[in-house]
């Protein structure tokens, strides 16, 4: 009856370990390519993110295609009237920048803009994922 057991219990664990995945891999940012698209994406979101000027840093959490997945945190230029800031993901597809909707809407509009295991590392709030 135990050696039974036993074996049950031996082949729970082993589906189990089998069927987990790896963590996601976030890109490299001493390579070149991760630096330059950073730096792409903190030019250009100023003007999406904040309508107007400001400083933006990226952390560049992956792509597919022509896709780039980051989490931006940006503020507007000091003088520019009321000082506001912004801390998100988003999705850039060339020049197209979109961002998660507010409140409920939240969690699912970061399952349509990422991919299944990014938006996952996103939404459980991983501190890693931040610039």
């Known amino acids: 009856m135990i050696r039974r057991h036993a074996v049950w219990f031996g082949l729970a664990i082993g589906l189990l370990t089998g069927c987990s995945e790896p963590p996601y891999a976030l890109p490299d940012r001493n390579a070149a390519d991760v630096r330059a698209e950073e730096e792409r ?63 409920s809407d939240y969690s699912a509009s970061v399952r349509r803009m990422f991919p299944e295991r990014l938006a996952e590392v996103v939404l459980d709030d991983d501190t890693n994922v931040r610039p």
Not at 51 to 70: H, I, K, M
Not at 92 to 97: L, M, P, T, Y
């Open 41 to 103: 994406l903190a030019t250009l979101l100023p003007a999406e993110l904040l309508n107007g000027p400001g400083t933006c840093e990226v952390r560049l959490l992956g792509r597919d295609g022509s896709s780039s997945f980051a989490w931006a945190h940006c503020e507007a230029a000091p003088g520019v009237g009321d000082v506001f800031g912004v801390s998100i993901p988003v999705r850039v597809d060339g020049d197209r920048v979109t961002q998660p909707g507010d409140g």
